[in-house]
């Protein structure tokens, strides 16, 4: 399999609430809720760096087209890691996060590895780690 992950999947209780943090919290761009007009398939899109994008789906439909049993939420399966350029973002992107109303999970500061991160839980309970590296440089997205 050659790399080609074009689309991260966020399995969401509520998805109006879901977009309304991520687009009116956080500020990433989306059009909104698509796809209404199909029985399955309301979903939300969030166009990141390069051709990846992040989705929010509900997790009653991700069960049902992956014709899987719809399972509990587990907040330690996956984590979304946002690296930024400067210790500075990160404490930025961290205070945007809780406005937007996520709940810091782990306040941010200095890492064992040498940089400089924080947790925070959106509100589905999904983790996304914000994160400094001093041997890292990041390019911005859309």
Do not use: C
Not at 83 to 105: C, D, H, L, Y
Request: proline content about 6%; hydrophobic content about 40%.
């Amino acid at each position: 399999m050659r790399p080609r992950v074009t689309v991260l999947t966020l399995g969401v209780d509520d998805l109006e609430r879901a977009l309304r943090f991520y687009r009116d919290g956080l500020g990433l761009r989306s059009e909104g809720i698509v796809g209404t007009e199909l029985e399955h398939g309301a979903v939300v899109f969030f166009p990141l760096q390069g051709s990846l994008m992040l989705a929010l789906y509900p997790r009653k439909e991700i069960a049902w087209d992956a014709t899987v049993p719809e399972q509990p939420r587990s907040s330690t399966e996956l984590t979304v890691g946002h690296n930024v350029n400067t210790r500075e973002e990160v404490n930025e992107v961290m205070t945007q996060a809780k406005r937007a109303g996520a709940r810091i999970t782990k306040a941010a500061a200095p890492t064992f590895w040498g940089g400089y991160a924080g947790y925070f839980q959106d509100p589905d309970g999904h983790l996304w780690e914000i994160a400094w590296n001093p041997q890292l440089q990041v390019e911005d997205g859309p």
